[in-house]
């Protein structure tokens, strides 16, 4: 892969990944550290792409697609998100709608 060089951490890591038991115990500690970051309706999707782009620097066609099996899942579901955008709009137009108020004679 073209770009900047790896770390040696990197390298490191994605050596021990090329052991599929290791590469289980390693996203096991991701999904711990990352789960509820790319479970965020918010923020998820620029998590996952991060962790996504950082797994391809590996050059390895297993681990990135462990990585996608393992991960994309928690993502939030188009649907879900659709939800909590509309019932955001509708909190908002609620909140900021004035009603209007009838004296009494």
Do not use: C
């Amino acid at each position: 892969m073209e770009g900047n060089p790896l770390s040696q951490e990197q390298v490191k890591l994605f050596a021990y990944m090329l052991d599929a038991e290791k590469r289980k115990i390693a996203f096991d500690a991701w999904k711990k550290e990352f789960g509820p970051l790319l479970a965020s309706a918010q923020e998820g999707a620029k998590y996952y792409e991060e962790l996504l782009n950082y797994v391809r620097q590996s050059d390895n066609p297993e681990i990135v697609r462990d990585f996608e099996a393992r991960f994309f899942h928690l993502l939030p579901t188009i649907k879900e998100e659709i939800s909590i955008q509309l019932l955001n709009g509708l909190e908002e137009a609620l909140v900021t709608t004035q009603q209007p108020v009838e004296v009494g004679e």
